[in-house]
């Protein structure tokens, strides 16, 4: 299997996904609140089984991708996220909204967690019992590490209280744990914060809903002094950075896969629309221009695909150049998912922007993927980095791999924005 063609099992899954997101996830992603967390939808997600393939190949207590030893199944880890994620988006994006959030919030406790952090929260994580939430953008931070500014003091030998606030946070405020990213080392750059996995009843912490465009709930969060301890700690004290960047490199391709998702419902949508729409005395699709605006839209859209699916078949063979590969994926993707959508709703007219229309939904979810997990000049900025770096290694180097430098600058300069 390559990178660049599915083989029948992966097909006829994705087919079986589309299916059941369409007759069993859509009606109760129908039900839900704008801007609350669905539980009915997440814990569906959870009986499915889907959620546990968001770390599927990736082995409890993982700290970066696996080893082409330990190649994940055809339909497990990061490519068969993509695939979980594409397949979803395409029939109800609400449920691949909810399940990419678990996994966000959750992966770090499956990757760097106690084996008491995963038994008390990832087990009904999984389940879809419990709502995972990713904390670390701030106010005055989003896409600079150095700016964060969440205040972990030390309180006693192993114990620390955060004081501060986390903003634009997906699943806040109604999430029951968070993984929280604080500096515990002032001045230290990406190199000074650590981990923190913070149930959501801790005393001090409290949480406000903002309205947002996104249909899912996003909320600030404010730390009042709040006790954390050792035992919270996800990973290593002042490694916070690694553990965030980690989880960020193995999600950042399946983001192009919702977007991708979201493009290929709008390109089947418009196909059918103008095959059979009268105009002009005859269809739609026999206008050339048209017709050329349809090609274009396929074609950058399958171009998209294969760039997510190549980023993410090579984070499962642990191959050098994963965060170059992912950000380039997750550039291209969500970039073209706007341009498509909104050529979409071009070739539809004024009927795409009825409420309820499938495209008046793509059209207002397909904005917030070029912002969140990295905007798209952040995407730009990663590129460029590893590439200079690459073109300036000395020939017996090493090329770069996902793992960040030892240096606060250049890593402060690739920070993501995750929230959303």
Known sequence: MTAFSLNPEQTAWCAELRTLAGERLRPLAEKGEPGRVNRPLVEALGELGLLDRLFAGEGEGASGPPSASRAPHATSGAL?????????????TEAETA???QGLGAHPVAAFGSTRQREQWLAPARAGHAVAAFALSEPGAGSDAAALALNAAPDGPSSWRLTGEKCWISNAPEADFYTVFARTTPGAGARGVTAFLV??????LTG????????HPIGALAFDGVTVTGDDVLGEVDRGFRVAMTTLNRFRPSVGAFAVGMAAAALDATLAHTAERDAFGGKLKDLQAVAHQVAEMATRTEAARLMVHAAAAAYDRGEPDIARRAAMAKLLATETAQYVVDAAVQLHGARALQRGHLLEHLYREVRAPRIYEGASEVQRTIIAKELYAEQSAPPSAPRSTSAPRSTSAPQSATREEPSV
């Open 99 to 101: 399940l990419a959030l």
């Open 208 to 215: 406000t809903p903002l309205d947002m465009l996104s249909p």
């Open 199 to 204: 149930p959501a009843d801790r005393a001090g």
């Open 80 to 92: 068969g996220l993509c695939l979980l994620r594409e397949s979803l988006a395409y029939a109800c």
